[in-house]
Every structure is written in structure tokens, then in C-alpha cells.
């Protein structure tokens, strides 16, 4: 567990000095920083987050070179090679903390809120799958009725979303469930705003 509440607090503190405007000077392309990391990778998590290039996982939480294990998807969505992947990172890297990252005005969410209400017969096969794998979540609202603000709808939207992905990787695979069954991993939720540049997470590691 000692290693999954470091990793929480390295990304929580990472977070804050990107949105203060006080990164730490980290060159990624250091030599150094380089060497370190040819023999092997030892990040310190996983993030699952969205393909927007708004939201690049290791600049938002100040992270360098071989810090952080990336898996990104539009709309943050759950696919077997993502557990795949991160089935791979807990394995093989040592990783013990998995965040799902989602945020503020997610177009693949929108699409999906899209689809709901006016369905397009045009859509590609490929960008339908994604749609089918976040609509579960965003039906409910819009059958609740809350359709009147579709900003609101979406801000509700988002953060389902990203609850029901880290359901998902739960639910993913036996070794996921045995892994966090035995408090081996932890996978938690959380939503990174484009207008505030900070992240804000719906769960928490035991501990911190």
C-alpha cells in the first residue's frame, strides 16, 4: 500500500504545481534521466485518460521521464487491451495505484450525449464502439431529465463516466480483481478541469 499512497501523493502534488505555474525544472529529454531508464521502467502509476490533447497525463501532474504509464483513449473508456496493458504495468512494473482520468468537457461524452438524443446514421463502426461503451452511463441522466442544461448534463455525464470505467477495470479481468481484493492495487476515479488546470479525484488510496 506504502507504495500505491506515494504514487497519490506524487500525482496530487504534481498536480497543484502545474496549476500554480511552478513545474519543476524536469528535462525529459536529459541524458541522464535517459540512462536511468534503458535497463528497465519503474513508474510510479497507471493513468487511463483520454486521447484530448489537452490532457497530456505526465505535464498535468508534473511528471519526467519513466514516471508515469500512459494508456489514453478517447473518452477514457475501458477495452481489453487497456486492462491488458495494465495488467502488464502492475506485472512487470511494479505499479500499484491505477487512475482513471477523465475531464471537463469531453468531447467523447458529448458525442455520446449526442448520439442519445439525435442518433447519426453516418457514424464510423469505430468511433460507435466508444459510444456504446460510455452510453451506460449517460443514459440514466438523460432518461432522469436532465436534458434542459446540456452543460450540466455533461459536467453529470463526465464524472459517470469515469465512475463507471473504474468499475470496469475492476470488473476486468480475474488478476485485476484478485490484485485489488488483496489490496495489491487500487484503482480510483478522477476528473482534470481545462479550465483550472487542476485535478480533482473522486476516490481515494487508503491512507492519504
Given at each position: 500500500?506504502?507504495?500505491?499512497?506515494?504514487?497519490?501523493?506524487?500525482?496530487?502534488?504534481?498536480?497543484?504545481?502545474?496549476?500554480?505555474?511552478?513545474?519543476?525544472?524536469?528535462?525529459?529529454?536529459?541524458?541522464?534521466?535517459?540512462?536511468?531508464?534503458?535497463?528497465?521502467?519503474?513508474?510510479?502509476?497507471?493513468i487511463?485518460?483520454?486521447?484530448?490533447?489537452?490532457?497530456?497525463?505526465?505535464?498535468?501532474?508534473?511528471?519526467?521521464?519513466?514516471?508515469?504509464?500512459?494508456?489514453?483513449?478517447?473518452?477514457?473508456?475501458?477495452?481489453?487491451s487497456?486492462?491488458?496493458?495494465?495488467?502488464?504495468?502492475?506485472?512487470?512494473?511494479?505499479?500499484?495505484?491505477?487512475?482513471?482520468?477523465?475531464?471537463?468537457?469531453?468531447?467523447?461524452?458529448?458525442?455520446?450525449?449526442?448520439?442519445?438524443?439525435?442518433?447519426?446514421?453516418?457514424?464510423?463502426?469505430?468511433?460507435?464502439?466508444?459510444?456504446?461503451?460510455?452510453?451506460?452511463?449517460?443514459?440514466?441522466?438523460?432518461?432522469?431529465?436532465?436534458?434542459?442544461?446540456?452543460?450540466?448534463?455533461?459536467?453529470?455525464?463526465?464524472?459517470?463516466?469515469?465512475?463507471?470505467?473504474?468499475?470496469?477495470?475492476?470488473?476486468?479481468?480475474?488478476?485485476?480483481?484478485?490484485?485489488?481484493?488483496?489490496?495489491?492495487l487500487?484503482?480510483?476515479?478522477?476528473?482534470?478541469?481545462?479550465?483550472?488546470?487542476?485535478?480533482?479525484?473522486?476516490?481515494?488510496?487508503?491512507?492519504?
Amino acid at each position: 500500500m506504502h507504495r500505491a499512497i506515494s504514487a497519490f501523493n506524487a500525482l496530487q502534488e504534481g498536480n497543484l504545481r502545474f496549476a500554480n505555474g511552478t513545474p519543476l525544472a524536469t528535462n525529459l529529454s536529459a541524458e541522464e534521466r535517459r540512462a536511468q531508464s534503458v535497463e528497465e521502467q519503474t513508474p510510479s502509476a497507471v493513468i487511463l485518460g483520454c486521447s484530448d490533447s489537452r490532457v497530456p497525463a505526465e505535464i498535468i501532474f508534473d511528471q519526467g521521464l519513466g514516471d508515469l504509464f500512459v494508456i489514453r483513449v478517447a473518452g477514457n473508456v475501458v477495452a481489453p487491451s487497456g486492462v491488458g496493458s495494465i495488467e502488464y504495468a502492475v506485472e512487470q512494473c511494479g505499479t500499484r495505484l491505477i487512475v482513471v482520468l477523465g475531464h471537463s468537457g469531453c468531447g467523447a461524452v458529448k458525442a455520446t450525449i449526442d448520439e442519445l438524443q439525435r442518433p447519426h446514421e453516418s457514424r464510423s463502426p469505430n468511433l460507435e464502439s466508444i459510444v456504446n461503451r460510455i452510453s451506460p452511463s449517460v443514459q440514466p441522466l438523460i432518461d432522469a431529465d436532465l436534458t434542459e442544461d446540456q452543460s450540466e448534463l455533461v459536467n453529470h455525464a463526465v464524472r459517470a463516466n469515469i465512475r463507471s470505467s473504474v468499475r470496469d477495470l475492476k470488473k476486468g479481468s480475474p488478476i485485476v480483481e484478485k490484485w485489488i481484493e488483496e489490496d495489491f492495487l487500487f484503482v480510483i476515479g478522477a476528473e482534470y478541469s481545462l479550465e483550472t488546470g487542476l485535478v480533482t479525484f473522486l476516490d481515494r488510496v487508503p491512507g492519504t
